[in-house]
């Protein structure tokens, strides 16, 4: 049996400029594997351990939180969704400033927007807290809370493509990405052609249709300005709203649109 290569990489948490990652990334590429092992680090050198690495500073953790995988609870009646959300409520209702949260995949038992809607209200209550987070997630949307706020950090998983395949290079790099490849995986594990094809065509109508992360940068968008007005913006308004159309001759009305056009110009 051949194994590849291990692939080393850093991790970098503190309690103020990077204490939440957002971790996107492939399905395959190793999300879950750098999430898990920097969970059991902590714990091997907080018990005294030496760990594999060539440096390591690690402060002061009181707990360590994760929830991780799918599973149900059939003798107590809890579906899978179930599990996962008592396992969340119970970090929300327990974790302190001082304690390391891992969290895979939060959302994905449910529909896509309630889904999506409870990952980004997680998403914002734990980067209040300061707890440092590792949050690996297949929706690409979260990806906008780093410009929100100060301490979220965006982090992928590399890959390459390379000849219509893809490599998956297991390195962990600053930044984000919009592509989990999930039906290039799909092929991998033998999934007929007819179906891989029929997937593709199936997701570029869904994307073209559906762009929910359009939909939210506009609207962060809109409360930026609504917070924040442009002032040459407002200067167009009130050019506007002080016309008197009743007595505006024609070349006033040109000169009027000549001037506004003129502002605009300066902001494009």
């Known amino acids: 049996m051949t194994t590849d290569a291990f692939v080393p990489n850093d991790t970098f948490l503190d309690c103020e400029e990077d204490h939440f990652i957002i971790l996107t990334g492939p399905n395959m590429a190793g999300k879950s594997t750098y999430i898990r092992q920097t969970a059991i680090l902590v714990i091997l050198a907080q018990m005294g ?5 060539k440096s390591a500073a690690i402060g ?45 995949e939060i959302g994905r038992g449910t529909s896509t927007y309630d889904g999506l809607s409870l990952a980004w209200a997680i998403a914002e209550y734990l980067q209040k807290t300061k707890a440092r987070t590792l949050f690996a997630t297949h929706y690409h949307e979260l990806i906008t809370l780093a410009d929100k706020f100060k301490g979220v950090k965006n982090y992928n998983v590399a890959v390459k493509e390379w000849k219509d395949e893809i490599i998956f290079l297991h390195k962990i790099i600053p930044g984000s990405t919009d592509d989990s490849y999930g039906i290039y995986v799909a092929k991998l594990a033998g999934i007929p052609k007819e179906v891989i094809g029929r997937s593709k065509n199936i997701l570029t109508q869904l994307e073209l249709k559906n762009d929910v992360k359009g939909k939210i940068d506009a609207e962060s968008q809109l409360s930026l300005f609504a917070q924040k007005a442009d002032p040459v913006l407002e200067k167009i308004k009130e050019t506007l709203k002080a016309l008197d159309i009743n007595n505006l001759t024609p070349i006033e009305a040109l000169n009027k649109i000549q001037e506004m056009k003129n502002n605009v110009k300066r902001i494009t």
């Open 49 to 53: 351990s030496y760990i594999p690495a």
């Open 60 to 104: 002061t953790i009181d707990k360590v939180f994760t929830r991780i995988g799918a599973h149900d609870d059939i003798s107590k009646g809890q579906s899978t969704f179930m599990v996962e959300m008592n396992e969340t409520a119970d970090i929300l209702n327990n974790l302190t400033d001082r304690s390391l949260i891992i969290l895979d």
